[in-house]
């Protein structure tokens, strides 16, 4: 990420609320269960996993038996309504280039795959009567289309598909093939505005052109155009909206509106791999997400006949327990204490009335939050029936605004393992005190 005016208007209110949303990486690849798009682009090159590197035919053959037969949006979209998600987003053509929708050019479910229909207007029709944001992810670049040449990570590997075209930047590109390129990358965002009006739209792939070649400036003016309103995340050079780190937290919260996008395993696509984060530590990188105002983006890889995996599941209701719990401390609120006051993630209410304080790990007795000035009105844990937590302030000189320590009575009993939240109440707006500490002159 290069420093970006990024910006959210406040039409975008939803995405600052949300906090919570969930990805699906859903093409011919989940067919093999290879990892998707790469799995041909990475064929023969050295130290490569094999199950994760197949011949370009061979990946392509995949298509046939991409038939999506169990299809059924409406039972995902109730998965992902119980697990608290408030958007998804849908892969609708990653790097290999096969469209879920009926585009007019290019490969595509409907002409190209055994399924022979549109998988993306029912997903669309579903996300949005469910009552969630709609969000569409589409790779720039295509490592399928005869205009689009592609750069190989090794020489000799990754079987083009198109040979003799290959590259790429600069004063090598084709200038008539880069046209034709932007004109069809164009009128596939084009459909996918106008026919499905997406919330969001989740780029990717940006990285084998520069921002000039790929026109992302008069790109950002067309799409707003096409669909007015839509949010663009950040993989269009400095036209994005949003930052989007991915697969691990970051370590201080990106500047401007962001969202961690993250897989349950190692893999976007492979939902067989059997490396499943727990549900403790999904919910811990929620929580710690939206303690530092941002949106957790979580990934789903369905089968290739639409069903989503018993594991998968396993966690969304994990989460969606826990959310159903916990979920004040999450929507809506804004990044909590700086770090140091509090051991764990905490975030805000908006008018920054109201503290919520994450206990992660199982605490031997009492918590300790530090520098908070006000009063507080009540200490309570969500989802306790209101039961006022044991209090008692220690050391400090507030006669010189210079706050104890609070400590908090929290039994290790009344914690989940995957996490319980304190809610204070504070009087007024947070009052923090952040000094060095000074020498006590009155007493
Ligand atoms: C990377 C990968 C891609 C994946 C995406 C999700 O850009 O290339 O396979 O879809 O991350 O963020």
Redesign the pocket.
Same mark, same amino acid.
């Given at each position: 990420m290069t420093a970006s005016p990024l910006r959210c208007a406040p039409h975008h209110a939803w995405f600052d609320e949300a906090r919570f949303g969930i990805?699906l =990486?859903w093409g011919i690849y989940s067919v093999g269960q290879y *990892?998707?798009?790469?799995a041909f682009y990475n064929d023969g090159v050295k130290g490569q996993d094999p199950r994760d590197s197949i011949p370009h035919d061979q990946y392509m053959a995949q298509r046939h038996a991409f038939l999506a037969r169990r299809y059924d949006p409406e039972a995902w979209l109730d998965a992902f309504k119980d697990a608290g998600a408030r958007y998804t987003v849908l $892969?609708s053509k =990653? =790097?290999d280039g096969v469209a879920l929708w009926d585009t007019a050019e290019g490969l595509s479910t409907v002409r190209d795959c055994g399924a022979g229909r549109d998988l993306l207007a029912p997903f669309c029709a579903a996300t949005r009567r469910a009552g969630l944001n709609l969000g569409i992810?589409y790779?720039h670049l295509d490592w399928n289309h005869p205009d689009y040449a592609s750069q190989p990570k090794q020489p000799g590997t990754f079987t083009d598909p198109h040979p003799g075209h290959r590259y790429s930047f600069g004063e090598r590109e084709d200038a008539a093939r880069w046209e034709r390129f932007l004109r069809f990358h164009r009128l596939q965002l084009r459909e996918l505005c106008e026919r499905y009006s997406p919330d969001l739209l989740?780029f990717?792939?940006d990285w084998e052109r520069t921002w000039q070649q790929w026109r992302f400036t008069e790109l950002r003016q067309q799409l707003l155009q096409w669909r007015p309103g839509v949010l663009l995340n950040s993989?269009m050079g400095d036209q994005g909206d949003y930052a $989007?780190p *991915?697969?691990a937290i970051p370590m201080s919260p990106p500047p401007g509106p962001w969202e961690l996008?993250m897989t349950m395993n190692r893999s976007?696509?492979m939902a067989l791999d059997q490396s499943y984060k727990t549900p403790q530590e999904l919910i811990r990188l929620l929580a710690e997400c939206a303690g530092m105002g941002g949106n957790l983006l979580l990934?789903v890889s369905p089968l290739s006949d639409g069903t989503l995996w018993h594991q998968q599941l396993g966690l969304l209701r994990e989460i969606g327990t826990w959310l159903r719990r916990n979920g004040e401390a999450i929507y809506g609120t804004q990044a909590g204490l700086p770090a140091g006051h509090w051991y764990g993630p905490s975030t805000l209410s908006k008018d920054r009335t109201t503290l919520y304080l994450t206990v992660l790990d199982r605490p031997s007795g009492e918590v300790a939050v530090k520098g908070i000035r006000n009063r507080i009105r009540s200490a309570t844990l969500l989802g306790d029936g209101g039961h006022q937590l044991p209090q008692r302030v220690s050391g400090g000189a507030p006669w010189m605004k210079v706050p104890g320590v609070l400590w908090l009575g929290v039994p290790a009993s009344a914690v989940d393992a995957n996490g319980s939240v304190i809610k204070l109440e504070l009087e007024g707006p947070l009052d923090l005190y952040t000094g060095h500490g000074a020498v006590v002159t009155q007493n």
């Open positions: 990805f =990486h *990892e998707a798009s790469w $892969t =990653h =790097h992810y790779s989740w990717d792939g993989r $989007t *991915e697969q996008c976007w696509s990934n």
